[in-house]
Protein backbone atom coordinates (compact mmCIF):
# COMPACT_ATOMS: atom_id res chain seq x y z
CA UNK A 1 0.00 0.00 0.00
CA UNK A 2 1.10 3.41 -0.62
CA UNK A 3 -0.01 6.53 2.23
CA UNK A 4 -1.89 9.50 0.22
CA UNK A 5 -2.25 13.19 1.38
CA UNK A 6 -4.48 15.60 -1.39
CA UNK A 7 -3.98 19.17 -1.50
CA UNK A 8 -4.80 22.37 -3.63
CA UNK A 9 -8.73 21.95 -2.73
CA UNK A 10 -10.44 25.38 -1.89
CA UNK A 11 -13.15 28.59 -2.89
CA UNK A 12 -13.56 29.28 -6.38
CA UNK A 13 -15.96 31.26 -8.54
CA UNK A 14 -17.73 28.98 -10.96
CA UNK A 15 -15.59 29.55 -14.39
CA UNK A 16 -12.25 29.00 -11.94
CA UNK A 17 -9.94 26.87 -12.20
CA UNK A 18 -8.04 24.50 -9.47
CA UNK A 19 -5.24 22.29 -9.06
CA UNK A 20 -5.19 19.17 -6.76
CA UNK A 21 -2.09 17.14 -5.68
CA UNK A 22 -1.89 14.22 -4.11
CA UNK A 23 1.29 13.10 -2.95
CA UNK A 24 2.49 9.62 -2.27
CA UNK A 25 4.51 7.89 0.34
CA UNK A 26 6.06 4.16 -0.98
CA UNK A 27 8.69 3.37 -3.44
CA UNK A 28 5.87 1.34 -5.15
CA UNK A 29 3.90 4.46 -6.23
CA UNK A 30 4.69 3.88 -9.98
CA UNK A 31 3.26 0.26 -10.16
CA UNK A 32 -0.70 1.56 -9.21
CA UNK A 33 -3.00 2.99 -11.49
CA UNK A 34 -4.17 5.80 -9.87
CA UNK A 35 -7.60 7.37 -9.76
CA UNK A 36 -9.66 10.81 -8.53
CA UNK A 37 -13.26 10.16 -6.77
CA UNK A 38 -15.60 13.17 -5.40
CA UNK A 39 -17.97 12.89 -2.81
CA UNK A 40 -20.72 15.90 -2.54
CA UNK A 41 -22.86 16.17 0.20
CA UNK A 42 -25.74 14.08 0.48
CA UNK A 43 -24.54 11.47 -2.45
CA UNK A 44 -22.74 8.82 -2.80
CA UNK A 45 -19.01 8.80 -3.92
CA UNK A 46 -18.27 8.68 -7.49
CA UNK A 47 -15.55 8.42 -9.73
CA UNK A 48 -13.93 11.59 -11.49
CA UNK A 49 -10.71 10.04 -13.42
CA UNK A 50 -7.98 7.72 -13.80
CA UNK A 51 -4.47 7.36 -15.01
CA UNK A 52 -2.46 4.36 -15.52
CA UNK A 53 1.04 3.59 -13.69
CA UNK A 54 2.70 5.17 -16.56
CA UNK A 55 0.42 7.58 -17.42
CA UNK A 56 -0.40 6.21 -20.84
CA UNK A 57 -4.16 5.62 -20.38
CA UNK A 58 -6.51 7.82 -18.94
CA UNK A 59 -10.19 7.72 -18.33
CA UNK A 60 -12.53 10.00 -17.26
CA UNK A 61 -16.44 10.62 -15.95
CA UNK A 62 -18.22 12.25 -18.88
CA UNK A 63 -19.20 15.05 -16.53
CA UNK A 64 -15.46 16.23 -15.93
CA UNK A 65 -14.47 15.05 -19.55
CA UNK A 66 -12.93 18.54 -21.91
CA UNK A 67 -12.55 20.11 -18.41
CA UNK A 68 -10.43 17.66 -16.04
CA UNK A 69 -7.10 16.23 -16.86
CA UNK A 70 -5.55 13.76 -14.62
CA UNK A 71 -1.78 13.53 -14.83
CA UNK A 72 1.31 11.92 -12.72
CA UNK A 73 4.76 12.53 -12.30
CA UNK A 74 6.45 9.21 -11.03
CA UNK A 75 9.74 11.03 -10.72
CA UNK A 76 7.98 12.85 -7.59
CA UNK A 77 5.71 10.13 -6.03
CA UNK A 78 2.60 12.60 -6.90
CA UNK A 79 -0.46 12.82 -8.46
CA UNK A 80 -2.46 15.63 -9.82
CA UNK A 81 -5.67 17.29 -11.07
CA UNK A 82 -6.19 20.10 -13.03
CA UNK A 83 -9.79 21.23 -12.99
CA UNK A 84 -10.93 24.33 -15.51
CA UNK A 85 -14.60 25.73 -16.30
CA UNK A 86 -15.22 24.37 -12.64
CA UNK A 87 -19.12 24.56 -12.03
CA UNK A 88 -20.85 24.93 -8.72
CA UNK A 89 -22.50 20.78 -9.29
CA UNK A 90 -18.19 20.15 -9.19
CA UNK A 91 -18.46 21.27 -4.82
CA UNK A 92 -17.80 17.81 -2.94
CA UNK A 93 -14.84 16.73 -1.10
CA UNK A 94 -12.08 14.98 -3.91
CA UNK A 95 -9.98 11.94 -2.41
CA UNK A 96 -7.50 10.44 -4.64
CA UNK A 97 -7.23 6.27 -4.58
CA UNK A 98 -4.32 3.73 -5.58
CA UNK A 99 -4.92 0.25 -6.88
CA UNK A 100 -3.83 -2.41 -9.42
CA UNK A 101 -5.42 -3.30 -11.80
CA UNK A 102 -6.85 0.16 -13.23
CA UNK A 103 -10.28 -1.05 -13.29
CA UNK A 104 -10.04 -1.90 -9.76
CA UNK A 105 -9.38 1.95 -9.28
CA UNK A 106 -12.19 2.73 -11.57
CA UNK A 107 -14.78 0.35 -9.51
CA UNK A 108 -13.57 2.13 -6.51
CA UNK A 109 -12.15 -0.65 -5.18
CA UNK A 110 -8.86 1.00 -4.84
CA UNK A 111 -6.20 -0.57 -2.36
CA UNK A 112 -5.39 3.46 -0.79
CA UNK A 113 -7.46 5.95 -0.23
CA UNK A 114 -6.27 9.71 0.54
CA UNK A 115 -8.22 11.27 3.52
CA UNK A 116 -9.63 14.22 0.69
CA UNK A 117 -9.45 18.23 0.19
CA UNK A 118 -12.86 20.32 -0.38
CA UNK A 119 -13.45 22.06 -3.36
CA UNK A 120 -15.73 24.57 -3.18
CA UNK A 121 -17.57 26.18 -6.62
CA UNK A 122 -19.42 29.24 -5.87
CA UNK A 123 -21.94 31.25 -8.53
Known amino acids: QVQLVESGGGLVQAGGSLRLSCAAS????????MGWFRQAPGKEREFVAV????????SYADSVKDRFTISRDNAKNTLYLQMNSLKPEDTAIYYC????????????????WGQGTQVTVSL
Open 97 to 112: AAGDPMSAVVRGTADS
Open 26 to 33: GRTFSRYA
Open 51 to 58: ISWRGGLT
